[in-house]
């Protein structure tokens, strides 16, 4: 008896919207995934001088129902069109081969890596929009190249002219009816300071002259004053400080935090890697220590596939 290979059939359509309806817990998180994005992009061009000459800018539009978010990053060819935005699965590899090159990227450390592992963060996309354009050029490159999708079976590549266009990649959603809040700027600003307050590269919204986010963490500010205030302003209440700074653990690296008194009954712990929010934690301290609260960062943390919630390594 012989058998005959037969190649899987997959329906892509439902592929990319699973991933983006199943793997995060709101919806939200387009936004983050959009402005890591970003910032990745920043981190490769620039290296250590991302946050003085790197850009995240993001420009919502209530009558065409849009968000767009660019960066001034290092932009993608033909060839990484394909492979990050056209090619589930083979992305993962791809992201794996650069880690692994990290000289070549810039990326020669653990902790200037980059956020996004998975490379499945893009296609969160779908969850809000029901049509995604992707324009983008290299530095120094004759062309720019345009990636087009209605998140169904096909998505379209071209070569355009350079004319007119930065050296980066923006994205345009073109937002579906039940998610046109995405193109309100209060609710913008809001998320992309819950998820990227504190992420090394700053991020403008519309015509804003100062970034959204601080890029500073409270235990990196120069006077406690100002850590207070900046800790007030994120847990709406006034900051008693039971304790702040990094401890260099030299089994597993630097763990920044800032320790608050609450005096409530049930406080949080709000989980940061690589400076951008995971998720919050509750009764993570004893019993008799239940009243403190605050926020760690721990870059080495393992996460989950959709970074809402830590794993242990295997």
Known sequence: MSFVAKPFTVNISRVIRLLGSRLYKTSDVVIRELAQNGRDAIHKRWGPSAIPKGRVQFDVNPASGTLSVGDNGVGMTE????IYLSRLGESLKAIEDDLSRGSSLGLSDKTSKA?????????????IADEVTVTTLVENASSAYRWHSVGTDSYAIERIDSTGISVGTTVVLRLHSGSLKYSNTTAVRDIIKHYCEYLDCPIYLNHSTDPVNCMVFPWEQKTEAKMRSILAERYGTPIDLAGFGVKKLPSIGDIGYALMC??????????????????????????????????VNYDGLT???GREVTVQPC
Do not use: N
């Open 79 to 82: 060839y990484d069109l394909e």
């Open 115 to 127: 956020i996004g592992e998975y490379g499945l963060g893009f296609f969160s996309s779908f969850m």
């Open 262 to 295: 609450h005096g409530a009954d049930e406080t949080t712990f709000s989980i940061f890697c690589q400076r951008l929010f995971v998720t919050d934690i509750l009764h993570i301290m004893p019993q008799d220590l239940k009243y403190i609260g605050g926020m």
């Open 303 to 305: 996460l989950s596939l």
